[in-house]
Every structure is written in C-alpha cells, then in structure tokens.
C-alpha cells in the first residue's frame, strides 16, 4: 500500500473507534460532532457549515434532528437578527463533555502498538496537522456576528 492507501485506512480506524464511542453515548457521529463544536460558545451557522465542511440545508436537517433531542438550540444574534446562533443545551454539554472525553482516553489507542518515542512522534504530527488546518472554531477573540 502507498501513503494515500495509509492515511484513508488510518481515516476509517479513526472513524470506526469514534462511531463506537458516539453509539455508546446514544449519538451518532454527526450530532457528536456538532455538540463538540459548539460545546463552550455559540457558533454562527452559516461559519459551523462552512467549518463542518457542510451544505447550509445539511446542517440545518442535522440541527432540526439534534434540536428535537433537546441538544442544541437555535437563536437569533443580538448583533444581526438574520444571523442565527446555535448553543448547546445543558444536556447536549455533558454529551459533548462526555465525547470529548471518552476521544480523549480511547483514541490514543490506536497508537497503542507503537514505541514511546513513535507515539510522542505521532501526537506532535497529528497536532501540527490540527492546528495547521482550518478546522478551529473562531477564538474568542474573533467575532460571532458579523
């Protein structure tokens, strides 16, 4: 296997062990995903579509269908009433928590067959990688609200 073969099957060993980890929390990878992104603030949905690499309509079906769980809601931005926010619910946070946590304990697995020094290796990669992307949410320094 050449290095593009690698990375789409390191892409579905990722996916697997997080689609377990949503399932046990009775979630499926998308509403897990949007929790996680809007866990600590409110985002703006056009800039969580374009983030989540989604069309606005998916989104908003993905939304409709998490908001009927009660785990996010939608509301107006006080800065610009046509922009509409989305926050999470205190149920969807202690998902959301709860995801973040359990990615954090049992995704380094997938790593567990490697040395001390390869691991190491791998995380400072997979952080470049991360940060080096743009799949940040805004700081807080950056505005919600146009």
């Known amino acids: 296997m050449d290095y593009g073969d690698k990375l789409f099957w390191l892409s579905v060993v990722i996916q697997r062990k997080y689609a377990q980890i949503c399932a046990e929390l009775d979630l499926t990878p998308s509403q897990a995903t949007l929790l996680c992104a809007v866990r600590n603030e409110p985002r703006q949905m056009a800039d969580l579509a374009a983030a989540l ?4 309509n998916a989104l908003s079906q993905l939304v409709d ?5 009660e785990l996010v809601g939608r509301a107006s931005s006080a800065q610009d009433r046509r922009v509409v926010m989305l926050s999470v619910t205190p ?3 202690v998902l959301a928590e709860a995801v973040y946590a359990e990615v954090a304990k049992r995704l380094p697995e997938i790593a567990s067959n490697l040395g001390a020094d390869d691991q190491r290796d791998f995380e400072r990669v997979a952080t ?3 940060d080096t992307s743009d799949l940040s949410p805004p700081t807080s320094s950056q505005p919600l609200a146009p």
Not at 53 to 56: A, F, S
């Open 91 to 93: 149920t969807g946070k």
């Open 65 to 69: 269908r998490t908001a009927r769980r």
């Open 53 to 56: 690499g989604m069309t606005k």
């Open 128 to 130: 470049a990688i991360v």
